[in-house]
């Protein structure tokens, strides 16, 4: 290394000094408290997709899959290795804030502000913790406005090729990512530039795009097209407007965010439209329509928070901004506010997260689907074994509680079976039918129904082998009840 390209390291490392420090913080805590609970029902799901390795899958693209499997294939399946792409990721999408947020503020102290608002979010946190699909979107979106402002700027075939690159990323990161297509083209459109809508290059931009989303194609036309229908049940399956789901869902985010923060963003996309700056226009139709569409869905289902995590990656750092700028001593004390309570109880979560201090009413403790999976994983593998046969399996009747449970058997090589009618993603992880299995059933039952397994499936015989309590600090958490069928012969006529 010379001497200037030294300095030029040194320059760099004094000049976001700050920034990666606050980021070494919260990513500090993330490592500290990743391996003390375990996997909740997305997050072991998506850790599968990285033990089936594939092409694309039911529910989702591959990338969140693809992301995961080196971790897996190097470091196993622990909470912490799991966890840390999510970490990194998150980490990487608070300094791209950073960038952002400096371009539009030009301003140091509301650039870390904004940073830290970010990190004291909620949810934010969760997906700083938990894969999800949203969390790649949110390391794209930032590349995906610088690269729009370069092709504005020069116009030359590199930018064109950068932005079938990102496009094509986010395709194989989430299928909504189609809405930002539109968000382009409006913005050249706003913007009159015909030129770069029909330019020669943009046909480079397309074919770059479907490039990268080849293996969805592929397996699509392989399965008929199963993934997209799957999707689009979702998106336009329920006919009935909810104006309870829509209350509801609107509730969630702000809970979910943040109610501070929720309010700095709502303020800063109220703000944005009055802006000249060509970024923020870009957040406000990106963030807009996903939000949006987030909030169409509502309108018949209950959507769910970080779906609309984009428009609240972009609009609490632009309310930052908004807040920073006005001159009031009062939205200036808002802000403060804002954040630092936010900051505290995210901290508190952490810390509780972490040592489970208090102790909840039976059955009733937020823990309960992130706590005691592995002692079912390991109750089941002993009561496997108590048995000889050699065709034996476990079995759930309930698909959220499959992922959690097939995560925490593979140390066991323990197969999991699925029995229900719903065709999802474990029907093509499944390579046999469960009939001639002697199947252990596992069943989460915190409130002590009859399950009357032995009324609904054909078995040589149907016997309850044990029950599990699940407790923390002295409290039930959760009860698991475990079913031996001997020879599982399908479902009894009249129970589909």
Same mark, same amino acid.
Request: charged fraction near 15%; proline fraction near 4%; include cysteine.
């Given at each position: 290394?010379?001497?200037?390209?030294?300095?030029?390291?040194?320059?760099?490392?004094?000049?976001?000094?700050?920034?990666?420090?606050?980021?070494?913080?919260?990513?500090?805590?993330?490592?500290?408290?990743?391996?003390?609970?375990?996997?909740?029902?997305?997050?072991?799901?998506?850790?599968?997709?990285?033990?089936?390795?594939?092409?694309?899958?039911?529910?989702?693209?591959?990338?969140?899959?693809?992301?995961?499997?080196?971790?897996?294939?190097?470091?196993?399946?622990?909470?912490?290795?799991?966890?840390?792409?999510?970490?990194?990721?998150?980490?990487?999408?608070?300094?791209?804030?950073?960038?952002?947020?400096?371009?539009?503020?030009?301003?140091?102290?509301?650039?870390?502000?904004?940073?830290?608002?970010?990190?004291?979010?909620?949810?934010?946190?969760?997906?700083?913790?938990?894969?999800?699909?949203?969390?790649?979107?949110?390391?794209?979106?930032?590349?995906?406005?610088?690269?729009?402002?370069?092709?504005?700027?020069?116009?030359?075939?590199?930018?064109?090729?950068?932005?079938?690159?990102?496009?094509?990323?986010?395709?194989?990161?989430?299928?909504?990512?189609?809405?930002?297509?539109?968000?382009?083209?409006?913005?050249?459109?706003?913007?009159?530039?015909?030129?770069?809508?029909?330019?020669?290059?943009?046909?480079?931009?397309?074919?770059?795009? $479907? *490039? !990268? %989303?080849?293996?969805?194609? =592929?397996?699509?036309?392989?399965?008929?097209?199963? /993934?997209? @229908?799957?999707?689009?049940?979702?998106?336009?399956?329920?006919?009935?407007?909810?104006?309870?789901?829509?209350?509801?869902?609107?509730?969630?985010?702000?809970?979910?965010?943040?109610?501070?923060?929720?309010?700095?963003?709502?303020?800063?996309?109220?703000?944005?439209?009055?802006?000249?700056?060509?970024?923020?226009?870009?957040?406000?139709?990106?963030?807009?329509?996903?939000?949006?569409?987030?909030?169409?869905?509502?309108?018949?289902?209950?959507?769910?928070?970080?779906?609309?995590?984009?428009?609240? $990656? *972009? !609009? %609490?750092?632009?309310?930052? =901004?908004?807040?920073?700028?006005?001159?009031?001593? /009062?939205? @200036?004390?808002?802000?403060?506010?804002?954040?630092?309570?936010?900051?505290?109880?995210?901290?508190?979560?952490?810390?509780?997260?972490?040592?489970?201090?208090?102790?909840?009413?039976?059955?009733?403790?937020?823990?309960?689907?992130?706590?005691?999976?592995?002692?079912?994983?390991?109750?089941?593998?002993?009561?496997?074994?108590?048995?000889?046969?050699?065709?034996?399996?476990?079995?759930?009747?309930?698909?959220?509680?499959?992922?959690?449970?097939?995560?925490?058997?593979?140390?066991?090589?323990?197969?999991?079976?699925?029995?229900?009618?719903?065709?999802?993603?474990?029907?093509?992880?499944?390579?046999?039918?469960?009939?001639?299995?002697?199947?252990?059933?596992?069943?989460?039952?915190?409130?002590?129904?009859?399950?009357?397994?032995?009324?609904?499936?054909?078995?040589?015989?149907?016997?309850?082998?044990?029950?599990?309590?699940?407790?923390?600090?002295?409290?039930?958490?959760?009860?698991?009840?475990?079913?031996?069928?001997?020879?599982?012969?399908?479902?009894?006529?009249?129970?589909?």
């Amino acid at each position: 290394m010379t001497r200037s390209s030294a300095r030029m390291e040194n320059g760099s490392m004094t000049r976001y000094r700050d920034v990666f420090l606050l980021i070494a913080f919260f990513t500090a805590i993330r490592i500290v408290v990743a391996p003390t609970f375990g996997l909740g029902v997305d997050e072991a799901h998506y850790i599968l997709y990285a033990v089936n390795l594939d092409l694309s899958y039911v529910d989702h693209p591959p990338l969140v899959g693809w992301v995961h499997a080196p971790f897996y294939l190097l470091f196993g399946s622990s909470e912490l290795f799991v966890r840390l792409p999510a970490i990194l990721l998150f980490a990487l999408t608070s300094f791209l804030a950073y960038l952002f947020t400096m371009e539009i503020s030009g301003s140091k102290r509301t650039s870390l502000v904004a940073v830290l608002a970010l990190n004291s979010s909620f949810l934010f946190n969760a997906m700083a913790l938990m894969l999800l699909p949203e969390s790649l979107l949110l390391v794209l979106i930032f590349p995906l406005i610088s690269v729009i402002r370069n092709m504005e700027e020069k116009g030359d075939l590199k930018s064109f090729v950068f932005l079938g690159l990102i496009l094509g990323l986010c395709g194989l990161a989430k299928y909504t990512s189609i809405i930002l297509v539109p968000s382009i083209l409006v913005y050249f459109v706003f913007r009159k530039r015909w030129d770069l809508i029909f330019s020669a290059y943009t046909a480079v931009s397309v074919a770059v795009a $479907l *490039l !990268f %989303i080849s293996p969805v194609l =592929y397996w699509n036309l392989q399965n008929d097209y199963l /993934s997209f @229908r799957y999707q689009w049940s979702h998106v336009m399956g329920p006919s009935h407007l909810k104006v309870l789901s829509f209350l509801s869902s609107v509730g969630a985010q702000a809970g979910a965010f943040s109610p501070f923060l929720f309010g700095i963003a709502l303020y800063g996309f109220y703000k944005g439209f009055r802006s000249q700056d060509e970024r923020i226009w870009l957040s406000i139709l990106f963030g807009g329509s996903v939000l949006a569409f987030s909030l169409y869905v509502s309108l018949y289902d209950l959507s769910l928070p970080h779906w609309a995590s984009l428009f609240y $990656l *972009l !609009f %609490i750092p632009i309310g930052v =901004y908004e807040l920073s700028i006005d001159g009031s001593a /009062s939205r @200036r004390k808002v802000l403060q506010v804002s954040v630092g309570i936010s900051l505290a109880i995210t901290l508190f979560l952490y810390a509780e997260l972490a040592a489970k201090w208090f102790v909840f009413p039976d059955y009733n403790s937020p823990f309960r689907d992130i706590y005691g999976f592995d002692s079912i994983a390991k109750e089941a593998d002993a009561l496997l074994k108590e048995d000889p046969v050699a065709r034996k399996a476990l079995a759930v009747t309930d698909w959220t509680l499959a992922s959690r449970l097939i995560y925490y058997s593979l140390p066991y090589g323990n197969k999991v079976f699925v029995v229900d009618d719903r065709t999802d993603q474990f029907d093509y992880w499944e390579k046999e039918v469960p009939l001639g299995y002697d199947l252990l059933f596992v069943e989460a039952n915190p409130h002590s129904e009859d399950k009357n397994y032995g009324q609904r499936f054909q078995c040589d015989e149907m016997d309850l082998a044990r029950t599990l309590e699940i407790t923390l600090n002295g409290a039930k958490v959760n009860r698991i009840e475990f079913y031996r069928c001997k020879n599982y012969q399908g479902e009894k006529r009249g129970n589909h």
